[in-house]
């Protein structure tokens, strides 16, 4: 049963910081990464990682987020650093496994709340 722990967030004022961390288990994790969703608006990329260490930024967070990978644990960890009330809504852990048949997961969200 593929499981997915998330931890972190919370209320921060703008240009605070925040670590957000999800722990798998019950697959062979391809990438691990985060999505959000802000109020009204779609769900989009954060940042993601490959298992060879690869990662995919949002446009919106290059320089400000950065995600590292912990293979031996199945964690990934988000440091959000200089958050904007922008940064505002629902975070959700996403994992993709690797193999012929994949599989993928998402956490049950996280809410990031950044005050001006």
């Known amino acids: 049963q593929v499981q997915l722990v998330e931890s972190g967030g919370g209320l921060v004022q703008a240009g605070g910081s925040l670590r957000l961390s999800c722990r798998a288990s019950g697959l062979t994790i391809g990438t691990m990464g985060w999505y959000r969703r802000a109020p009204g608006e779609q769900r989009e990329v954060v940042a993601l990682v490959e298992r060879g260490g690869g990662t995919t930024y949002g446009d919106s967070v290059k320089g400000r987020f950065t995600i590292s990978r912990d293979n031996g644990k199945s964690t990934v960890h988000l440091q959000m650093n200089s958050l904007e009330p922008k940064d505002t809504g629902v975070y959700y852990c996403?994992?993709?496994?690797?193999?012929?048949?994949?599989?993928?997961?998402w956490g049950q969200g996280t809410q990031v709340t950044v005050s001006s």
């Open positions: 996403y994992v993709k496994s690797t193999g012929s048949v994949v599989i993928t997961k």
